[in-house]
């Protein structure tokens, strides 16, 4: 009888991701470039409301690491902002995105209490715990965070990508911000 379950159990895990590929290739080039305008013109929240309200939630965790990753890449960044992006790249740990987030909110309010504050550092706390609520918030909690934190996503790469100030990484960025395909 386990067998049984598991199979099945599987099957509708394959059936949910493929449904969630199909619905991601319906986002059209039109919100893409309406995003874009949004971004150009430091609109960035609204920019990640139009596009992260295309991403299917079993899709965003994915969405949200790739970002992160990208911006780990460029910062020195603490160990619980890594067992985000390893919680988010791995479904079956995606409950326990919220003890990712506490980890890393406790580091983000050290930061804003302190003097000397390195906001490339911040910001990327900042990503880290947006990553850790949308990968919870996939899981169909109880006590879900925000709906909004897709937006956030979006706008805190805005903010990195402006202290960054490289073309390149800005490129890699907007890349990943519509790259809305598990």
Request: charged share 25%.
């Amino acid at each position: 009888m386990f067998r049984v379950e598991w199979i099945q159990s599987a099957l509708e895990r394959s059936f949910e991701n493929i449904c969630a590929f199909v619905q991601v290739n319906l986002v059209t080039n039109e919100i893409i470039s309406r995003a874009l305008v949004l971004w150009n013109a430091n609109r960035a929240l609204e920019a990640g409301e139009l596009l992260s309200t295309q991403i299917p939630d079993v899709v965003r965790p994915i969405w949200a690491t790739r970002i992160l990753d990208l911006c780990r890449g460029r910062i020195r960044f603490p160990l619980a902002v890594h067992a985000v992006s390893f919680i988010a790249k791995h479904r079956f740990l995606w409950r326990w995105g919220h003890v990712a987030f506490d980890e890393v909110r406790c580091l983000t309010l050290r930061y804003e209490k302190s003097k000397n504050k390195n906001e490339l550092y911040g910001c990327l706390l900042y990503l880290a715990e947006n990553c850790a609520k949308i990968t919870y918030n996939a899981t169909n909690p109880l006590d879900p965070f925000d709906d909004d934190v897709g937006a956030w996503m979006v706008s805190c790469l805005r903010y990195l990508v402006d202290k960054v100030n490289d073309p390149e990484f800005e490129t890699q960025a907007w890349q990943l911000a519509t790259h809305i395909e598990p």
